[in-house]
């Protein structure tokens, strides 16, 4: 029944060390969403892709980077994790953009430490 | 700068009674504004929205006003369940505009048996 998945629920990596985490979506969305959130803070956009076109919130760090192979995937990369990378990850889908009336669907998210 | 602000970041209310939980928001821009409810270890998931062409939306026992010219609304759970307990986020959206959708940082909701 799940329709967003995101894999590992729960990833330790080391402190510059590259990280992946992986979304999936049975919904056939259009647009998939990275978040970042750290404790008792606003869910922050880092990027989203609309189909294969790939749109970087102006604020992400390059560290983050992401990748969407197909429209049921979406890979987080983080090429050097650092301790303020710590946070939750969460991965949305949704039909059409957010400027729409169109809800997101998220997943359960992935917990991120970096050691 | 955060433009979807929820100032109270936990309420405690008595099972049965009224919960009420609010948000502010800064820009005009926004039209479309949302509620998500987020239980731990699990994603955020909705659960009501608005458009700026209402000052009220009502979903069974959970109903969402808006007042467009103090840039305010707020979300009304009643009677309140003990299964309500979550974190609430309130977001806003430009509609035809930013693809961002902006969050609050989200209001701890206890409800007591």
């Known amino acids: 029944d799940a329709m967003v998945i995101q894999n590992p629920r729960y990833q330790v990596t080391q402190f510059g060390k590259p990280v992946t985490l992986s979304c999936s979506q049975t919904?056939?969305?259009?647009?998939m969403y990275w978040y970042q959130q750290k404790s008792s803070q606003a869910p922050k956009l880092l990027f989203h892709?609309?189909?294969?076109?790939?749109?970087n919130e102006a604020d992400t760090p390059d560290n983050f980077q992401s990748r969407r192979p197909n429209t049921s995937f979406c890979f987080l990369d983080i090429r050097s994790p650092g301790l303020g990378d710590a946070a939750m990850y969460l991965c949305?889908?949704?039909?059409?953009?957010?400027?729409?009336?169109?809800?997101?669907?998220f997943g359960p998210g992935t917990r991120l430490t970096v050691l | 700068d955060q433009q979807v602000k929820q100032n109270s970041p936990s309420l405690s209310v008595q099972e049965g009674r009224i919960s009420i939980l609010n948000c502010d928001y800064t820009?005009?821009?926004?039209?479309?504004f949302l509620w998500y409810k987020k239980y731990p270890a699990e994603g955020p998931t909705f659960l009501i929205s608005?458009?700026?062409?209402?000052d009220k939306n009502e979903d069974g026992r959970f109903t969402v006003f808006l007042n467009k010219s103090a840039k305010h609304l707020s979300l009304h759970i009643v009677p309140s369940q003990p299964g309500d307990s979550a974190v609430y986020f309130c977001?806003?959206?430009?509609?035809?505009?930013?693809?961002?959708?902006?969050f609050g940082k989200g209001t701890k909701l206890t409800v007591n048996p």
């Open positions: 919904l056939n969305h259009n647009v």
């Open positions: 949305a889908t949704s039909r059409r953009l957010a400027g729409s009336t169109d809800t997101q669907y």
């Open positions: 892709y609309y189909d294969k076109d790939f749109n």
């Open positions: 820009n005009s821009m926004f039209d479309y």
């Open positions: 608005i458009s700026s062409i209402k």
């Open positions: 977001a806003a959206s430009a509609l035809g505009g930013s693809e961002k959708l902006v």
